[in-house]
């Protein structure tokens, strides 16, 4: 299992980590697809989402962008795990 | 005023293409977008892009955002060599709205049976009654270890619940007897 290491800016790399250890996500750092850093959703109808972190545009707008995407694609995110 | 533009494609039947030739082309797609701060997502089968457009403060805003949106996601999706396919959702959210509903966890609050009956302040066999009597909501998910109940349903029935001391009826007594056999 491909983690997201420090080839992700960190709020990124937060959220990977937890689709991929604990949602069924796939993640492949982009060394042998296009060059990006990929997220695989564990729905297999859902599609798989670009980690685009080059320069322009807002980061803050970008991540949140972003992170509307997983959502969409079944991630589940902010997590609150309670007992 | 600010927004965050949707645009999703979805090749028509037969059209679709291998999954690495879209994915390869994500990279230079969000590049191409780069100024508008973008999130892409795609195989053979569609595309989508997600990303900021500004408009003026006019009521139809929002319909202004999709329009311009959707010629900016084209536009760079042609320039990359994405397949130009139908556009099959739009969406114009308001910046603020946007990122406040990022801010709430997308998964439902639940509850099981312990934590419905302190919510209740009931006892497991009322519960049980209540159920019975089907003026209690259905769980939306039987699992083997407990029911689970959104937590929303259950503020609904408790807000709209008359309460009556003492033992229940009975008559719902035996209704939950005759329901639970």
């Known amino acids: ?83 | 005023m600010d927004w965050s533009v949707l645009v999703e494609t979805q090749a028509p039947s037969g059209a679709a293409v291998d999954d690495d030739v879209v994915i390869s082309l994500l990279g230079p797609f969000g590049e191409k977008l780069g100024d508008h701060s973008p999130a892409v997502a795609g195989d053979g089968s569609g595309w989508s892009a997600r990303f900021h457009i500004a408009t003026g403060d006019d009521v139809d805003a929002a319909a202004s955002a999709v329009e311009r949106g959707s010629v900016v996601a084209l536009d760079a999706a042609r320039a990359v060599g994405l397949p130009i396919w139908p556009v099959i959702r739009t969406e114009a959210v308001e910046e603020n709205t946007f990122h406040a509903q990022l801010e709430v966890s997308n998964f439902p609050s639940i509850l099981g049976t312990t934590e419905v009956t302190e919510l209740l302040g009931v006892s497991r066999q009322r519960l049980h009654e209540l159920r019975n009597s089907r003026r209690f909501p259905a769980p939306a998910y039987e699992v083997a270890a407990t029911p689970l109940w959104i937590r929303s349903t259950v503020d609904s029935f408790l807000a709209g619940w008359e309460r009556k001391p003492g033992r229940p009826s009975k008559a719902e007594e035996l209704l939950a007897t005759n329901e639970a056999v």
């Not at chain 1, 959220?15 to 990929?38: C, F, I, K, T």
């Not at chain 1, 729905?43 to 320069?55: E, L, N, V, Y």
């Open chain 1, 1 to 83: 299992m491909d983690l997201p290491g420090r080839e992700l800016p960190k709020e990124y790399r937060e959220v990977a980590e937890e689709l991929v250890s604990n949602q069924g996500w796939r993640y492949n750092d982009g060394s042998g697809r296009g060059g990006h850093p990929m997220l695989f959703p564990a729905d297999p109808s859902k599609r798989p989402i670009a980690i685009s972190t080059t320069p322009g545009g807002d980061k803050r707008r970008g991540f949140m962008n972003w992170l509307s995407q997983i959502r969409q694609a079944g991630g589940i995110w902010p997590i609150e795990r309670r007992k």
